[in-house]
């Protein structure tokens, strides 16, 4: 070959190999609600500083709404790697056999978020992500949506209501527990059937954060709903393993740090989509919406901590225990910080705070 002809091929192979290179990476995230909520808008926000800070080398490919697979399908896609990034409820880890995420599941186990928080980004999110590595998963982040609400065709206000009410449930058994515990008949159903069911009757009624429950139209299909903040929905942001590994250094930290910051603007924008989404729920004047009163919830509270009992062994003892300690210093922290103002006015002895109410979330 004469010297041009190998500068060609030279050159060629250079090409060829640039285009090669300049292939972005793609991360195709699943997920099962709309894009206008929390967890669908961090997910695109995700997606665009992703992009921008790895200068196009990540392509990430956000698949909303049940598009590609619906809930117990994408856990399934993501350890084969046919997907790479999805951010299930934590409801959905239990089916995976990591029962210890049905902590989040405990009816009324976080008064406030603050607890919240404190639990997901401590030592107990810390060992929960850790028990999914067995699995072929990584856990990146916890995501909020927010305190549960629920839904039915007839008024739900007192425990007996619940009385043969068919409710639909994601895939825990501590929801399933839960229900029971109301006398309701608990129906595990995947997330992008549940208007339909509702819609033909063949649930009753349902329990989720506003921000699904209106972006999913249910309140169109339901015309009772209580505000009772009776339990908890958030998500892990997780990746197949093997891929999360197999990523150059310097883009998986360009990631981690685009993680971080999705986080921060997830949790911010959580509990305003909520906010909007019942006033929304209200101004469609579809739904009668009742806020159970402290006395009722108290009695809703003392049905259903035999729950917390009842699944001590499955999660773990300790996890429920840290989860109240946790609970516990808040409290103190909020009572410390309540009673500081009034001993600066007042020199002497701090006074004792009044007994604590369920807070406003
Ligand atoms: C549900 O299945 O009810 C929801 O948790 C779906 C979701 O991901 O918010």
Redesign the pocket.
Known sequence: MSLRASLLALALGLAAFTVQAAEPIVIKFS???APD?P?GRAADYFKKIAEERTKGAVKVEVYPNSQLYK?REEMEALQLGAVQML???L??FGPLGVRAFELFDLPYIFPNKETLYRVMDGDIGKKLFTLLEAKGIYGLAFWD?GFKQMSANKPIRTVEDFKGLKM???SSKVLEAQMKALGANPQVM??SE?YSALQQGVVDG????M??LYTQKMHEVQKHLTLSDHGY?G?AVIVNKAFWDGLPANIRTTLDKAMADTTVFERKIAQEENDEALAKVKAAGTTQIYTLPYKDRVVWQQALLPVHKEFEEKIGKDMIQAAYNVAAQVEKEKAAQAAAPAAKDKPGPAKAKPAAKPEKK
Do not use: C, G
């Open positions: 997920h099962v609600v909520t967890k809930d951010a299930p409820s409801a959905k949506n639909r449930i994601q995947a997330f549940v349902t329990e989720n954060p921000s699904n929905l998500y």
